[in-house]
C-alpha cells in the first residue's frame, strides 16, 4: 500500500509538532513545516526520536514560512519532486496577537495576524492544491477555534460568551471558518475534503501554557479529521466542545 505524505505548518512545538507525531505513530509520512531552520531540524530529530521503530514512517523538515507566498511555493516544488503528490494538508501555523479591547485595537498588529492565520492559510493552499488533487482522496484540516465561533461568543451560557472582547486573534478564526466552508464548496464532487478543527483550549506557547488541554488532546480533531473515511464530512467545525455543564472530553461539530 502506497505511504500516506502529510505536511503539517507549524509543526516544529505545540500543537503541530504533537499531530505530526500522533500522525507519524499511524504510519504516515509526516513533513513539518516550520519557518526556521533551527527550530525544523530540531523538530525532524524530535520527531525520529519519538517514532524510531515505527515501521514506514518517516519525519522530514520543510522550510515554510506561511507568510512567504514564496516559500509556500518552493515547499509545493520540493514535495512534488520528492512525493509527487500530497495526501493531508494540515494548516495549524497561527499566532495570537492584537488582544485587547476592540476600541484599542492595534491595525498593525490585527494585519500581522491575518497574514498568518488567514492569508498564509490561503497561499498554502493554493500552493498545494495540485498536489493534493493528486492524491486518492486528500484531507485539508484548517486548525480553527472555537473562539472563532459567532455563536457561541454570542451566547452568554457559553464559556467563550464570557471571555473578554477582542479583534484579532477571534476574527481571524472566523474568516478561516468562512474560507474552510468556501474550499469545501468549491471541493464539492472531488474527494478533497475540508474541515476545520477546534482543538480546545490547550496548554501552549501561544497561551502561555494557560490552556487547560495536552498537546496530546489538542492534536486529536486535527488527527481526527486528517484522518477521514471516505464517508466522513466535509465543510464542518469539528472538535473540542466547551460547555459550561457538559463533559471535560466531549467532541463534535461546533456552530460556526
Ligand atoms: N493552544 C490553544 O489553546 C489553541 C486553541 C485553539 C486553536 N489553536 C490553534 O492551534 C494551532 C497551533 O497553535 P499552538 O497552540 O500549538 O501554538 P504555538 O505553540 O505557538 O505554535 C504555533 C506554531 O506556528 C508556527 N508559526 C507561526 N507563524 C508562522 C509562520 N509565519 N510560518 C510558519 N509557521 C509559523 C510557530 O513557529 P515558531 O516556533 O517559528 O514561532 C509554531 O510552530 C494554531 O492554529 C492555533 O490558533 C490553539
Do not use: C
Not at 512534488?80 to 476600541?103: F, H, K, M, Q
Not at 451560557?157 to 468556501?182: E, R
Request: overall charge negative.
Amino acid at each position: 500500500m502506497a505511504t500516506t505524505i502529510a505536511l503539517i505548518t507549524g509543526a516544529n512545538k505545540g500543537i503541530g509538532f504533537e499531530t505530526a507525531r500522533q500522525l507519524g505513530a499511524r504510519g504516515v509520512t509526516v513533513l513539518a513545516g516550520a519557518r526556521d531552520a533551527a527550530r525544523g531540524r530540531q523538530a525532524e530529530q524530535a520527531l525520529r526520536d519519538a517514532l524510531a521503530g515505527q515501521e514506514g514512517t518517516e519525519a522530514r523538515y520543510v522550510p515554510l514560512d506561511v507568510t512567504d507566498a514564496k516559500s509556500a511555493q518552493e515547499a509545493a516544488d520540493w514535495i512534488d519532486r520528492e512525493y509527487g503528490r500530497l495526501d493531508i494538508l494540515v494548516n495549524n501555523a497561527a499566532i495570537a496577537i492584537g488582544g485587547g479591547a476592540p476600541s484599542q485595537t492595534d491595525l498593525d498588529a490585527m494585519r500581522e495576524a491575518y497574514e498568518t492565520n488567514v492569508f498564509g492559510v490561503i497561499a498554502v493552499t493554493n500552493a498545494m492544491l495540485p498536489l493534493l488533487r493528486r492524491a486518492p482522496a486528500a484531507r485539508i484540516v484548517n486548525v480553527s477555534s472555537e473562539v472563532g465561533s459567532i455563536t457561541a461568543t454570542t451566547d452568554p451560557a457559553s464559556p467563550l460568551g464570557q471571555m473578554p472582547a477582542s479583534l484579532a486573534y477571534p476574527s481571524s478564526k472566523s474568516a478561516l471558518n468562512m474560507i474552510t466552508a468556501m474550499y469545501a464548496k468549491e471541493l464539492r464532487g472531488t474527494p478533497v475534503k475540508v474541515n476545520a478543527a477546534n482543538p480546545g483550549y490547550t496548554a501552549t506557547d501561544l497561551n502561555r501554557h494557560s490552556g487547560f488541554r495536552s498537546v496530546a488532546e489538542g492534536a486529536e480533531a486535527s488527527v481526527y479529521l486528517a484522518t477521514l473515511g471516505p464517508d466522513g464530512p466535509s465543510g464542518l467545525l469539528w472538535g473540542h466542545l466547551w460547555t459550561a455543564d457538559g463533559p471535560a472530553d466531549a467532541y463534535g461539530p461546533l456552530p460556526w
